[in-house]
């Protein structure tokens, strides 16, 4: 089964740095991109970018590129999004979702449970 | 950037009744739309991907159609699990997808 596993709930203050993960099995990790999608308390789905843990190719959405930073380490199957200092407007439940490079069948598909981040003083 | 507008934004069906959703691109994806499903406190699902495949384990209640920039999820009769929030997106411009905004299909 293709299962995507991240990291715990965290809670953090304002400019905190902060590393959360999403951990791969059941599949080739190396052969399909992972994205991240961002979702605010209550509000809909935004999507943040996507890596290529083969090559560690990334792609920004053009609102969060400089915000964060997207990496992957293949020998562990575990991609990862990052901030350098986290602000109260980056308290939301973030997604990670296997996707494809082939336009063709690029949707999103499985998705991780989520992890929770909650940036409060 | 493709904007994906979702309407109604709140749709009241009963149950087993049918409900539609609508989903438009500001230009063309071709076919290159996915429909999602996120129940309460879960992460999104993938229902339907290429307008209108349904997604393994997807019951054939759910479809889907259209094609460039107007698109329709209909489920034909609606069960408990069924109230959620639906969410399209189009995959069609990568790397830059977008989502639309949700419609939550609410118990009338």
């Known amino acids: 089964e293709v299962q995507l596993e991240q990291s715990g709930a965290e809670v953090k203050k304002p400019g905190e740095s902060l590393k959360i993960s999403c951990k791969g099995s059941g599949y080739t990790f190396t052969r399909y991109w992972i994205a991240w999608v961002r979702q605010m308390p209550g509000k809909g789905l935004e999507w943040m970018g996507i890596?290529?843990?083969?090559?560690?190719?990334?792609r920004y959405s053009p609102s969060f590129q400089g915000q964060v930073i997207m990496s992957a380490d293949k020998s562990i199957s575990t991609a990862y999004l990052q901030w350098s200092s986290l602000k109260a407007s980056d308290t939301a439940m973030y997604y990670c979702a296997r996707t494809s490079a082939d336009i063709g069948a690029a949707w999103f598909d499985p998705w991780g449970q989520g992890t929770l981040v909650t940036v409060s003083s | 950037e493709i904007v994906m507008t979702q309407s109604p934004a709140t749709l009241s069906v009963s149950p087993g009744e049918r409900a539609t959703f609508s989903c438009r691109a500001s230009q063309s994806v071709n076919s290159n739309l996915a429909w999602y499903r996120q129940k309460p406190g879960q992460p999104p699902s993938l229902l339907i991907y290429?307008?209108?495949t349904r997604a393994t384990g997807i019951p054939a209640r759910f479809s889907g159609s259209g094609s460039g920039t107007e698109f329709t999820l209909t489920i034909s009769s609606l069960q408990s699990e069924d109230f959620a929030v639906y969410y399209c997106?189009?995959?069609?411009?990568?790397?830059?997808?977008?989502f639309g905004q949700g419609t939550k299909l609410e118990i009338k």
């Open positions: 290429g307008a209108s």
């Open positions: 997106q189009q995959y069609g411009n990568w790397p830059l997808y977008t």
């Open positions: 890596i290529y843990p083969g090559d560690s190719q990334t």
